[in-house]
T-cell receptor, first 112, second 114 residues
Framework: GQNIDQPTEMTATEGAIVQINCTYQ??????LFWYQQHAGEAPTFLSY????GLEEKGRFSSFLSRSKGYSYLLLKELQMKDSASYLC?????????????FGSGTRLLVRP | NAGVTQTPKFRVLKTGQSMTLLCAQD?????MYWYRQDPGMGLRLIHY???????AKGEVPDGYNVSRLKKQNFLLGLESAAPSQTSVYFC?????????????FGEGSWLTVV
């Protein structure tokens, strides 16, 4: 089966650091993606991990442990504009379609 | 989201009506996907295509049909709309090559079935 779990909601303070966790159990694995989605808009790409370890990109970092089926997205120096939903997605090679399987998303609220 | 265009953006349907959502891309991508997004449920795959003339079922295909007659277009059809199909629909595309790690989303189509 396919199962991707994320917390439903998180709240953090402007300027702080927040970590959004994602655990997954999928039949296949070919990379893990993080997307940001503001209300009423399409998801936008944040990061991609296919090997274990930490990938850093500006204020955002993403970590992957394939043996544990675990990833997290780390947001530093939070800004009000970071209030959004964050979607964890696993790419399943499956039948060569490489489709993305999404978690339900974590809604992050950044307070002043 | 330049390159992936969805039409229409908003639509209200009566139960039992039919309609077609169009996804058009100008990036020459092989893979195209239709997702629906409902509150608290994330994005769920309806149907997908790995190339012109091919389609396959995703996670929630019932009540929908698709066609990919031309590489640049992926159509999603609702033959007899039901209130349960009220949702936001997103089309997505990716290339087959090394740059295929990036998936491009359309801006979404808001569909209400009354």
């Amino acid at each position: 089966g396919q199962n991707i779990d994320q917390p439903t909601e998180m709240t953090a303070t402007e300027g702080a650091i927040v970590q959004i966790n994602c655990t997954y159990q999928t039949s296949g694995f070919n990379g893990l993606f993080w997307y940001q989605q503001h209300a009423g808009e399409a998801p936008t790409f944040l990061s991609y991990n296919v090997l274990d370890g930490l990938e850093e990109k500006g204020r955002f970092s993403s970590f992957l442990s394939r043996s544990k089926g675990y990833s997290y997205l780390l947001l530093k120096e939070l800004q009000m504009k970071d209030s959004a939903s964050y979607l964890c997605a696993v790419r399943d090679p499956g039948d060569s379609s490489y489709k993305l399987i999404f978690g339900s998303g974590t809604r992050l609220l950044v307070r002043p | 989201n330049a390159g992936v265009t969805q039409t229409p953006k908003f639509r209200v349907l009566k139960t039992g009506q039919s309609m077609t959502l169009l996804c058009a891309q100008d990036m020459n991508h092989e893979y195209m996907y239709w997702y629906r997004q409902d509150p608290g449920m994330g994005l769920r795959l309806i149907h997908y295509s790995v190339g012109e003339g091919t389609t396959a079922k995703g996670e929630v295909p019932d009540g929908y049909n698709v066609s990919r007659l031309k590489k640049q277009n992926f159509l999603l059809g609702l033959e007899s709309a039901a209130p349960s199909q009220t949702s936001v629909y997103f089309c997505a595309t990716r290339s087959r090559g090394i740059e295929g790690n990036t998936i491009y989303f359309g801006e979404g189509s808001w569909l209400t079935v009354v």
